[in-house]
């Protein structure tokens, strides 16, 4: 079954006529567009791709015959196609998506389109998204060796007197180098007091010995992107770093046994996150224990207290406990898995995390 009629199956249970697709992520996986601009009308009967001059070629070229393209002019924008082709005629029902159509794009849809009700779902292509078939798992894969291997060249330069700045710098060189279209999000460095903060974006902060640094980076091959998570310790960690640390690997090792279709987002957080209380760190743990991860770095699945729906084979997702102390520091570890049918595949299995792995000696 194509992703084209997988979504059409959508707007039959939703009782939407057609749907306007403006999302450039879900024109990708609908069709294999990966330029920025477009829209994408979807009905049983047409499937029409619109776009600017400047991508003419290479619309052709990705789109092939899954829709039908016409190039927009400055006399002829995307609303005027929409009328030339009679798009919406006979259309009672056309759906949106809520998170994506801007309010000002929704007043010009219905007062373009009066006949039209344009009825809003929210994210109706994450549902379909979030299952990965076996290529997309594959570019996942390769976004994940991407950055473990930039890592693993980058780390001999995590030594006291370099910058986060600096460290993530060398870090985002290889990734690129390696092949990687851009960084997945803004690369996390947080060091010493910083590792607190679990968005700690890098900083001009100076490592320094006996610190800890959080590293939170991902590279993206193909649309796809990782996401990884490892805390080192520069210099000899003491007893509290040693405990914390195992507390956050054992939770984390846990959910990953744990994961496996079937078992909903609010269970796995809780097999991780009973760990961390037990331990006396519950109040620390503050964040989801994991999200979705595809051609979103947080993809549609929600991996934490408010999902109650069961994972479903084929989901790509990240485990990542945390424990963050104000004025102290922190430590999260944070793996890419695929949930097979006999459990999760760990992705990112190459990238070591026991305790001996992540001490840097000092001399
Ligand atoms: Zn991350
Ligand atoms: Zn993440």
Do not use: C
Request: charge should be negative; glycine fraction near 10%; charged fraction near 30%.
């Amino acid at each position: 079954m194509s992703r084209i009629s997988n979504f059409l199956e959508v707007l039959e249970r939703e009782r939407l006529d057609a749907f306007l697709v403006t999302s450039q992520v879900d024109i990708r996986y609908l069709v294999g567009f990966s330029g920025s601009a477009g829209m994408l009308w979807v009905s049983p009967e047409r499937v029409v791709f619109l776009t600017d001059f400047r991508y003419e070629t290479q619309s052709k070229e990705q789109i092939g015959d899954r829709a039908e393209i016409h190039i927009i002019t400055a006399e002829k924008g995307y609303y005027d196609w929409i009328e030339e082709l009679k798009l919406t005629e006979g259309k009672k029902f056309v759906g949106f998506d809520e998170n994506v159509v801007k309010y000002g794009t929704y007043k010009r849809l219905i007062s373009r389109f009066p006949d039209v009700n344009w009825i809003p779902l929210a994210d109706p292509i994450g549902k379909l998204r979030a299952v990965k078939d076996h290529d997309e798992v594959n570019k996942i894969r390769q976004a994940v060796d991407i950055a473990v291997e930039a890592l693993s060249e980058t780390l001999p330069l995590l030594r006291p007197g370099i910058t986060e700045k600096e460290f993530a710098a060398e870090l985002e060189y290889r990734m690129r180098r390696k092949g990687s279209e851009r960084p997945a999000f803004e690369t996390i460095v947080a060091s010493g007091y910083r590792a607190a903060l679990p968005h700690g974006i890098a900083s001009d902060k100076v490592i320094s010995a006996g610190e800890m640094v959080t590293i939170d980076f991902g590279a993206v091959f193909e649309g796809y992107a990782s996401d990884l998570t490892r805390t080192y310790f520069v210099g000899t960690p003491d007893k509290k770093f040693k405990e914390i640390y195992g507390i956050v690997l054992r939770a984390q090792t846990t959910a990953i046994q744990s994961a496996k279709p079937g078992i909903t987002g609010k269970e796995l957080d809780g097999i991780a996150r009973k760990i961390i209380e037990d331990a006396g760190y519950g109040e620390y743990f503050g964040h989801s224990l994991g999200h979705g991860l595809g051609l979103y770095v947080h993809d549609s699945v929600a991996v934490g207290v408010r999902n109650e729906n069961p994972l479903e084979e084929g989901t790509v997702i990240t485990i990542e406990p945390g424990i963050y102390i104000p004025e102290w520091g922190g430590v999260r570890i944070e793996d890419d898995v695929v949930l097979r049918a006999d459990g999760a595949e760990v992705l990112s299995e190459q990238l070591p995390k026991q305790l001996g792995d992540i001490v840097i000696p000092v001399d």
